[in-house]
């Protein structure tokens, strides 16, 4: 049973503005974003608690979140100009909840860290 906050919204318990869906895949915008654009895509069946959690058996989930974000980026017109997808992994690297995620960051520029 997920009992995550993205469980409610997966189940709409909980309100959410949904922005993609698919079979694997619900998106939807961010309470508190921190872009023009910010987008959470989460896996709806399988609940993996972090990336540090995950096992090979679920490489093709996590590719399918990436995929998704990027499906939604083409299709808002966002892939044009750029975009960052974001996955925190526990309390240091900034997850609050425990249902791996994404975040797609987008609409205007959002500066660089490190080299690429």
Known sequence: MNDTLFGKIIRREIPATVVYENDD??????IAPQAPVHVLFVPKGEVIPTLD???PDQAGLLGRL???AAEYARREGLAKD???VVMNCRDHGGQTVYHVHLHLLAGAPLGHFGAA
Do not use: H
Request: hydrophobic share 45%; glycine share 14%; charged share 25%.
């Open 25 to 30: 895949i619900l998106g939807f915008k961010d």
């Open 53 to 55: 959690d995950a096992t």
């Open 66 to 68: 990436m995929l998704a």
């Open 82 to 84: 750029g975009y960052r």
